[in-house]
DNA sequence: AGCCTATGATTATGCGGCTAACCTTTTGGG
DNA sequence: CCCAAAAGGTTAGCCGCATAATCATAGGCT
């Protein structure tokens, strides 16, 4: 791909990814809100009770941030974790009344973020947006289905020998 | 809009946001780079060196980011960072050779980034995809521009009484 | 039964991003 | 000339999200 189309692409979602979600924190701070929380409670809504588990798969994140996000929604009231009686390891969470009273105006808000970001559109019909994003969205999570594979192999207790460890070849920590 | 419309896009913003980003994690691993420090070295490399108030303005974040990320990137050698000799108060940051050294790489990951990200798409062709995509991110620049300088006046209020401060009506904060 | 693995969740740690508050230096009037 | 306002950064604190490691329970198999 010519890299000056690949340089356009990932500049517009990344712009698309930040204000997109300083959009959403504006609209959500009346509700008590942080981005990201609010899928959860709607997660909730359409599909009944959760484990946390199907949480994270429903809501495309990774299971430790559904532990901390739930907390902190649970702590604010907005939903109830209880222990499984069947399994003891598995926790379900489900909306509280002040959760689901939440729920109308967080849907207000959900369609108010959706027509602003819109709003100032010039050449692209709405309609085609919301296609080809969905279509975007659908290749990425192929994208990743393809990858991870490959690197959540046999994990066997004992540990692979990775040889050293490349001391250039990882993120930076400090 | 319709609710339903509505919760299509916002859903496939954040797919394409959480997605995106673990890709370009992927990628810019073996460079020892995350996720939107590649951005601030490729801004260096186009526009040279900047302050590091140009340099938030120009990867669309905020400065105390800026300031972050910058000490990070600086400790590892991928960028310099001086102070101004005309005004004390600014601190312009540049390209280390290290930092240089390593953009081709970075020009290489970038495109196999959107290259990826791309790769399944089932009805979109790639360069509407590109046009409809900085269409939108126009869109959400503009919508942030116009919803900065003024107050959150305009709108009728119905929900909440303001005078008294509602105990619910701020981001949970624990 | 006993063990070994698989599974669900949590803890620890780290990064990008943000806002609010603060400090420092410049600058612009009176 | 001096002091107040503006401008540039940093600090502190929080959140979402991620990975790696850990813990606890469930299940399968001999």
Do not use: K, Y
Not at 36 to 62: D, I, K, M, W, Y
Not at 102 to 113: D, G, I, K, N, S
Not at 140 to 158: D, H, K, N, Q, V
């Amino acid at each position: 791909m010519d890299p000056r189309q690949a340089e356009l692409l990932n500049s517009a979602i990344r712009t698309i990814s930040i204000r997109h979600r300083a959009l959403a924190a504006a609209l959500l701070a009346p509700l008590g809100l942080h981005p990201g929380q609010e899928v959860l409670l709607f997660e909730l809504h359409n599909r009944g009770p959760l484990t946390q588990g199907q949480l994270a798969s429903a809501s495309g994140c990774e299971p430790p941030t559904i532990t901390n996000s739930a907390r902190r929604l649970e702590a604010a009231g907005l939903l109830v974790r209880t222990e499984s009686p069947d399994d003891a390891r598995v926790t379900i969470v489900d909306l509280s009344d002040r959760g689901r009273a939440l729920l109308p105006a967080l849907q207000q808000a959900w369609t108010q973020l959706a027509e602003q970001s819109v709003a100032r559109l010039l050449t692209t019909p709405p309609e085609r947006l919301v296609e080809d994003l969905s279509d975007l969205a659908s290749s990425l999570e192929a994208a990743r289905a393809r990858c991870s594979p490959c690197s959540t192999r046999s994990r066997s207790r004992e540990p692979v020998d990775e040889g050293v460890p490349d001391p250039g070849s990882a993120p930076i920590r400090q």
